[in-house]
Each structure stands twice: as C-alpha cells, then as structure tokens.
C-alpha cells in the first residue's frame, strides 16, 4: 500500500504513513485525555490518516485547539491488547489516536519493520 494515505483531511508534515508501526506513549496526564488507559504502552499499525484537526485535549478546556493535531486510525490485534482474549488470532480493534500520543515502534521481529523513507 506503499504512497495510500486514506486522508479524510489534508495532514501536512506528518509523522507517520499508512502501514507504519508505531506504539502508543505511556503517560497519565491531569485533565482530559483521548487515549485509553488499556491501549497505552501496546504497538499498532496506522490503518489510516483521517487529517488535521483542532486539538480536543486543549479544547475541553474553551481554548481554539490550534495547531491542529495529526489523526490516525491504528490497527491493534485483540491478543496483543487483551493477552487473555480467546477468539480468532487475526482478530483486531482500532482506534483514533492523535499524533503527538505516538511514537514509531520498536522493531518486533527481523524484517518486519517497514521504511518508509523518511
């Protein structure tokens, strides 16, 4: 799917690109927060770009959200995220995780780490 990039809205200077590994930060900051406790610290792949928008965190709090944050739909597998979860392995979740909430995964397993030439 090398150069897709499911772009809903426009997402200039991004990070990350559809197919990218990539992991979810670990933090617990006060206030409003986007991400699940339960998906923090797990390793996914970007399934999509969805664009820039105004970022919610700031915004529950009446400021204008700006700059505008980078959105991803990431794919997770189940068993990855639910160690005890009993269905099909190729079974996953995804989620809407903003950008500054990512960082690029740590490479899993020789040859599957993909380059995407940035």
Same mark, same amino acid.
Not at 83 to 89: E, I, L, N, V
């Given at each position: 799917?090398?150069?897709?990039?499911?772009?809903y809205?426009p997402?200039?200077n991004?990070?990350f690109?559809?197919g990218d590994s990539?992991t979810?930060?670990?933090g617990?900051?006060?206030?409003?927060?986007r991400?699940?406790?339960?998906?923090? #610290?797990?390793s %996914?792949?970007i &399934? /999509?770009i969805?664009?820039?928008f105004p970022?919610?965190? =700031?915004?529950?709090? #009446?400021?204008? %959200?700006?700059? &505008? /944050?980078i959105l991803y739909r990431?794919?997770?597998s189940? =068993?990855?995220?639910w160690?005890t979860?009993?269905?099909p392995?190729?079974?996953?979740?995804?989620l809407?995780i903003?950008?500054?909430?990512?960082?690029?995964a740590e490479?899993?397993a020789?040859?599957s780490?993909k380059?995407?030439?940035?």
């Amino acid at each position: 799917m090398t150069g897709a990039t499911s772009t809903y809205r426009p997402a200039p200077n991004r990070k990350f690109d559809v197919g990218d590994s990539v992991t979810v930060q670990i933090g617990y900051p006060a206030g409003h927060c986007r991400v699940p406790y339960y998906i923090r #610290g797990k390793s %996914g792949e970007i &399934e /999509r770009i969805c664009g820039a928008f105004p970022d919610p965190e =700031t915004r529950a709090y #009446g400021e204008d %959200g700006l700059p &505008e /944050r980078i959105l991803y739909r990431v794919r997770f597998s189940q =068993t990855h995220v639910w160690p005890t979860y009993a269905g099909p392995q190729y079974d996953t979740i995804e989620l809407e995780i903003y950008e500054h909430w990512l960082n690029q995964a740590e490479e899993r397993a020789e040859g599957s780490e993909k380059s995407n030439g940035k």
